[in-house]
């Protein structure tokens, strides 16, 4: 049964720093694309980060550039999203994704019809 956990949100204050899993069981990372998206209460899901299969090759939503890492532990089968420098408007619910399609896909915020498993989501609220 394929199936996407997150975890490691929570409450932090601006400036803070949050690092988010991603455990995959079911497949194997290495051989998807896997995504960060959230969303926050009345606003659309973006898209904020992806890494790909092969390379090695990251994608990051422009408000999050600079500030947010992904990275990929294959032997541990899970995906991280390091979030440093965070900001109120960085609150919402994290969700990851896994997809196969070529990382091309993948590479722009608007891209969640091409993934094709979805974890629960973390929330994450950037509060002082």
Avoid: H
Avoid at 19 to 42: E, K
Avoid at 99 to 111: A, E, K, L, T
């Amino acid at each position: 049964q394929v199936q996407l956990v997150e975890s490691g949100g929570g409450l932090v204050q601006p400036g803070g720093s949050l690092r988010l899993s991603c455990a995959a069981s079911g497949f194997t990372v290495g051989y998807y694309a896997i995504g960060w998206f959230r969303q926050a209460p009345g606003k659309e899901r973006e898209g904020v980060s992806c890494i790909s299969t092969s390379d090695g090759s990251t994608y990051y939503a422009d408000s999050v550039k600079g500030r947010f890492t992904i990275s990929r532990d294959n032997a541990k089968n899970t995906v991280y999203l390091q979030m440093n420098s965070l900001k109120p408007e960085d609150t919402a619910v994290y969700y990851c994704a896994a997809g196969r399609r070529p990382f091309r896909y993948y590479s722009d915020s608007d891209s969640a019809q091409y993934y094709g498993y979805w974890g629960q989501g973390t929330q994450v609220t950037v509060s002082s």
